[in-house]
């Protein structure tokens, strides 16, 4: 079992930053792929940026070169920097976690966090 934690949403203004947080329980976070995931309003929680184990990352075509996804595996956290922030990126941004390879669909993550809200105002 892996629990996740979130924190470090907010408000931000358009073109600002925010740091989000993701602590990770179990003696094992090396060797978990990590993800990030959001959901809008009325929309579907869709892929932003994932952390594979082995160390290398993926992006959603939405926010490459804005956000940037990155883990301490000694404090069993990943961390989620999102700069330039537009309006269109607010939403509940929930953490996920799978001992598998991940992607950027939701099925393919096991454990999930209860999401934290980031709002973006222009």
């Known amino acids: 079992q892996v629990q996740l934690v979130e924190s470090g949403g907010g408000l931000a203004q358009a073109g600002g930053s925010l740091r989000l947080s993701c602590a990770a329980s179990g003696r094992t976070f090396s060797s978990v792929t990590m993800g990030w995931f959001r959901q809008a309003p009325g929309k579907e929680r869709e892929f932003v940026a994932r952390s594979h184990w082995s160390g290398y990352s993926t992006y959603a075509d939405s926010v490459v070169g804005r956000f940037t996804i990155s883990r301490d595996n000694g404090k069993n956290t990943v961390f989620l920097q999102m700069n330039s922030l537009k309006p269109e990126d607010t939403a509940v941004y929930y953490c996920?976690?799978?001992?598998?390879?991940?992607?950027?669909?939701?099925?393919?993550?096991?454990?999930w966090g209860q999401g934290t809200q980031v709002t973006v105002s222009s």
């Open positions: 996920a976690a799978t001992h598998g390879g991940g992607g950027n669909l939701r099925s393919l993550y096991d454990y």
